[in-house]
């Protein structure tokens, strides 16, 4: 399985995502996580100058219906910049001719990632987007078909369904995504968070391993009822639980602000008049943050996930298969992540997203020593003695530490 999954990972990420390994003795640029930008450059404000922008913030991706004209616009600006964008098109809904020469104008373009079909479908439309899926890849087999999935706190109602892991299984088995997306934004105004947020990472994650399909997960960046202003701490808390969980993408909902509507959406990155919001700098220096970690973010498979009490729903506590017998200073995620050369790094994440933490993380038995590895940012190492590491983690801040095993040790 999980040979399977990664040569199936290295084939979407570099022919659908245009993201390759450095070659040795090359001057390529290193391998990136994708980095998704929802909602956005309106139509009416597409230049060089605005997809310059949108790189220079650390997005790979981008997302947005144009029309043909206008994605044609932006597909060669994306590629002067070296982002990658997945294009939306009325015509993709109509299997035949017009699907075909729509598919047909976008499929050999170099900044091409993919074809959007939907978001946030209800399971009544799984079978329609499965047609259309199959009439795409009929035409470029190349480029994957994009849908996003509903959060876990969608009613039944949206869902087409009783439960959320039926509607999740429903859409894997009629749908089969190359890549599962799903939004999730679990901070709330007053500093609240959703206590199912987890649970539906645990759910997406089983979902992820038993159909071998990586996910795509987002974090939130527009404010809107009943959604604060972003801080730093509420980025790194949805993003490092995402890729705790073994994301292999992340995006922002949204880059440019949608206009105000019922929701009241304002101050994204880019503001409805096109000037940039104080999130645009926090985004910037997050995704640097990110992409110092690229290389264990896309090549290591979460093998499990732990979390310290109390639990949240539907969660899995430090247990004997843990590298951490005891954890104290703050509510913790580990997450242990394996290379394919079985190297073993555990990722720890500050739950919370208020307060910065020093923990304290006593090995187990089988664990031989730690090493410092990548600090994401935010984090600092303060030692390790006794058999106990000391780190530092601002609020919602993650640190890799690098697992050493003697040869003899076996993990339970």
């Known amino acids: 399985m999980m040979k399977h999954f990664l040569a199936m990972l290295l084939v979407l990420l570099v022919a659908a995502c245009g993201l390759a390994a450095p070659v040795a003795g ?3 640029s290193p391998v990136r996580v994708p980095i998704l930008g929802w909602h956005s450059i309106p139509e009416g404000e597409l230049s060089l100058e605005r997809l310059r922008e949108l790189a220079d913030m650390g997005l790979t991706h981008s997302l947005m219906h144009y029309s043909p004209a206008g994605n044609a616009r932006a597909l060669d600006w994306a590629a002067q910049v070296g982002v ?36 946030e ?6 079978a329609s987007l499965a047609a259309a899926r199959d009439a795409l890849a009929a035409v470029d087999p190349a480029h994957w078909s994009y849908v996003n999935l509903l959060p876990t706190y969608a009613s039944s109602k949206q869902l087409g369904c009783a439960t959320y892991p039926e509607h ?8 089969r995504p190359e890549v599962l997306s799903f939004d999730h934004y679990p901070i ?50 949805q993003s490092w ?83 951490f017998a005891r954890i104290k200073g703050g509510e913790t995620l580990v997450a242990l992540h394996e290379l394919p050369d079985g190297k073993r790094y555990a990722l720890v994440v500050n739950r919370s997203f ?24 935010g984090a600092q190492f303060l030692g390790f003695a006794d058999r106990q ?20 040790a076996k993990m339970p």
Not at 168 to 175: D, H, I, K, N
Not at 261 to 275: E, K, N, Q
Not at 299 to 309: D, E, L
């Open 26 to 28: 090359s001057n390529e």
């Open 84 to 119: 990658k964008l997945f294009v939306g098109d009325g015509r993709f809904g109509q299997p035949g001719e017009q699907l075909e020469e729509a598919v047909r104008a976008y499929r050999d373009h170099p900044a091409l990632a993919g074809y959007l079909l939907r978001d």
């Open 121 to 126: 479908p209800s399971v009544a439309d799984f």
């Open 168 to 175: 999740l299984r429903r859409f894997m088995v009629q749908f």
């Open 188 to 237: 709330l105004e007053k500093n609240r968070l959703r206590k199912d947020f987890f649970q539906n990472l645990e759910w997406i994650r089983q979902a992820s391993l038993e159909f071998d399909t990586p996910f795509w997960a987002f974090a939130l960046t527009c404010p809107h009822k009943p959604y604060p202003t972003p801080t730093l701490g509420h980025v790194r808390l």
């Open 241 to 323: 639980s995402n890729f705790a969980y073994g994301a292999k993408g992340l995006q922002y909902f949204t880059y440019w602000t949608p206009k105000p509507g019922t929701w009241d959406f304002h101050d994204a990155p880019i503001r409805l008049d096109g000037t940039m919001s104080p999130t645009w700098e926090l985004l910037k220096a997050f995704n640097q943050e990110v992409q110092a970690c690229a290389e264990i973010i896309l090549n290591s498979r979460a093998v499990a996930v732990y979390h310290t009490k109390p639990l949240p729903a539907g969660t899995r506590g430090l247990d004997a298969s843990c590298p």
């Open 354 to 377: 208020t307060k910065k933490v020093t923990l304290r993380l006593a090995l187990q038995d089988w664990v031989g020593n730690v090493g410092w590895t990548r600090r994401a940012g």
């Open 389 to 408: 590491v000391t780190l530092r983690l601002e609020p919602g801040a993650a640190a890799f530490l690098r697992l050493d095993l003697p040869r003899s």
